[in-house]
């Protein structure tokens, strides 16, 4: 099991949006880390055949998706970044409604639905309407959808913006347990939501792969650069203004800054252990407001 994307370039009139990007996946969870605008969905939207790269091709198991475009969707599962629904639907008419979409047998449909209802913590609620659902029992209803075909590649799409912490630790567990023998890219620019799940990190930047790696091998690449020192009120903006701060937290005696420099920023800063969200911050600084 293979995905390669190949030297996808894709453009908007003078913008463009993904440069030459190439990578190789194999079983396991990905996680697609980057800003707004990174390129996260249209690169989606590329491999799942919503929209055409301008070059560059997307393979799967050594066949273009495109020319196998029936044999590669009867394998693909995907959760979009604005997930539809039709609200006066109940959770287990819509699969019903969605499985019949996809060409599933219809006695089979209904065990697979009733399952999935199950999995994703739906079963009590599946005869009540959608639009009663709460956010995330609504991205849970997203994810069976996807799940119907039970897809070899598993692809989500920013799925755990707008959740509360509660549910987004449920939806993370849930996509863990979906992870045996799939592919599952998971994009995000919330870092915790990758942090503990995925095998692997790909960092998109302004339509190009950056790094990739486990979030321990990543991290190493900033070791020494990250300092917390314990300054007044008054040097904060200076510091603000001359350095990228990852957190800032109050304190009786002052303020706790967490920087990141190559170089010591204050006298009595101190090197900390960087974690996978300083990571973010060192290369997104640019398009993130501290």
Request: aromatic share 8%; net charge neutral; glycine share 6%.
């Amino acid at each position: 099991m293979k995905l390669e994307v190949r030297n996808i370039k894709k453009s908007y009139e003078q913008t463009t949006v993904l440069d030459n990007l190439s990578f190789t996946l194999e079983p396991g969870i990905y996680g697609l880390l980057g800003a707004n605008g990174a390129g996260k969905s249209t690169l989606f939207k590329i491999i799942c055949g919503i929209i055409k790269a301008n070059e560059g091709s997307i393979n799967y198991n050594d066949q273009n998706v495109i020319e196998s475009s029936e044999n590669f969707c009867s394998v693909l599962g995907f959760l979009p970044q604005e997930f539809r629904y039709y609200p006066e639907f109940t959770a287990l008419k819509f699969l019903l409604y969605i499985s019949a979409l996809k060409g599933l047998d219809r006695k089979f449909a209904k065990i697979k639905c009733l399952e999935l209802l199950t999995t994703v913590g739906l079963d009590d609620v599946k005869d009540k309407k959608i639009k009663k659902y709460s956010g995330g029992m609504k991205q849970r209803l997203g994810i069976a959808q996807a799940m119907l075909n039970n897809p070899e590649v598993l692809i989500l799409d920013e799925p755990t913006v707008g959740l509360d912490p509660k549910e987004r630790v449920k939806f993370r567990n849930l996509i863990s347990s979906f992870s045996e023998k799939k592919i599952v890219i998971l994009s995000t620019h919330i870092v915790s939501d990758v942090e503990y799940i995925a095998d692997e990190i790909l960092i998109l930047k302004q339509g190009k792969l950056e790094d990739r790696g486990s979030s321990i091998e990543l991290v190493k690449e900033i070791n020494g650069q990250v300092w917390e020192c314990v300054v007044q009120q008054n040097l904060v903006p200076e510091l603000i203004e001359k350095y990228t701060i990852s957190n800032q937290k109050h304190e009786e005696n002052g303020i706790v800054l967490r920087i990141i420099s190559k170089k010591q920023p204050t006298e009595t800063a101190v090197q900390v252990p960087p974690t996978l969200e300083d990571l973010y911050l060192y290369y997104f600084r640019e398009e993130v407001s501290i």
